[in-house]
């Protein structure tokens, strides 16, 4: 499994290794979304930063943007993080951004990512 979840008490951290698939990405997404917790989570947190490829069409990205919409009804606070340097990535998430209903933002290191997931919301 190129990823691992894990909860920091105010939100998920997703940490990626490897080659990322379509589905695998999918299914992380999926875990995280349907954990009870979500609905008090102030952020997610996908670590890219050790992927070291991944195939993810724009149609998959557009996809998985819609996908969250149901999040944010429940939880409007919530946030999305991507940690990565991949301009390819980068681009899809800029994509992604103008379907998805949660607001999308990359960053390149990982404590910048912590502190905009953590800041509240004006």
Same mark, same amino acid.
């Given at each position: 499994m190129p990823y691992t979840i894990t909860w920091e008490g +105010?939100?998920?951290? @997703?940490?990626? =290794?490897? +080659?990322?698939?379509?589905?695998?990405y999918a299914r992380s997404q999926e875990q995280v979304l349907g954990d009870e917790r979500i609905d008090e989570a102030r952020y997610v947190i996908n670590d890219m930063l050790e992927v070291e490829g991944y195939s993810i069409t724009s149609d998959e990205a557009e996809y998985l943007a819609a996908f969250n919409r149901g999040s944010s009804y429940s939880n409007p606070r919530l946030r999305v993080a991507?940690? =990565? =340097?991949? !301009? @390819?990535? !980068? %681009? %899809? %998430?800029r994509l992604a951004s103008t379907i998805s209903s949660l607001e999308l933002k990359a960053f390149p290191t990982l404590e910048e990512a912590r502190a905009w997931g953590l800041a509240e919301r004006s």
């Open positions: +105010r939100g998920f951290y @997703k940490r990626f =290794t490897g +080659r990322v698939s379509y589905q695998e991507y940690v =990565t =340097t991949d !301009i @390819k990535a !980068i %681009l %899809l %998430l």
